[in-house]
């Protein structure tokens, strides 16, 4: 069952705008991490937030989470042709074991 | 090694035969996952092996589905009697034990049951 659904599905900016894509999930959290995807391939890891945060930055990308409204948002800012991908949160939820369970994810285009 | 290896790249298959697909995680990585992506659509969880522990299969869809792994290394997942809605990208990545990290993930399977 998914556990993180991201808003919107799909996403279209013209290069230099922001970005910004949102998860919401059910139960509570050891940490959210976010992923990226080119061409339905392999998921690269970009950031992990843990419950105890709020806000964390790498790079372009800043990352919140709400625990109290079950939320975290990704921003990417002054965004490139190269960030056309999607984009998926993931959910450590508190149990005994380390599995990640995955949103829809965010279709991202931006346009040269 | 550097990253997670999956093979074959693409398989396809005729409906009814098994497959096996392979996956070798990042040396000393202590935790491996399979995932199953559907067109378009969100990472499914299948299968999850832990060191030594027993795994959490509680995902795998149906009796059709079973893996292994061996030790810390390798694992096969294995699909009996495939049927077209079987057709997806079947995705392995590793991570070690702690919680702190993100996974690793190879570049997948695509799958294809004719």
Known sequence: ?112 | GAGVSQSPSNKVTEKGKDVELRCDPISGHTALYWYRQRLGQGLEFLIYFQGNSAPDKSGLPSDRFSAERTGESVSTLTIQRTQQEDSAVYLCASSSRDRGVGYTFGSGTRLTVV
């Open chain 1, 1 to 112: 069952s998914q556990q993180g659904e991201e808003d919107p599905q799909a996403l279209s900016i013209q290069e230099g705008e922001n970005a910004t894509m949102n998860c919401s999930y059910k139960t509570s959290i050891n940490n959210l991490q976010w992923y990226r995807q080119n061409s339905g391939r392999g998921l690269v890891h970009l950031i992990l937030i843990r419950s105890n945060e709020r806000e964390k930055h790498s790079g372009r990308l800043r990352v919140t989470l709400d625990t109290s409204k079950k939320s975290s948002s990704l921003l990417i800012t002054a965004s490139r042709a190269a960030d056309t991908a999607s984009y998926f949160c993931a959910t450590d939820k508190v149990d005994s074991s380390y599995k990640l369970i995955f949103g829809s994810g965010t279709r991202l285009l931006v346009r040269p």
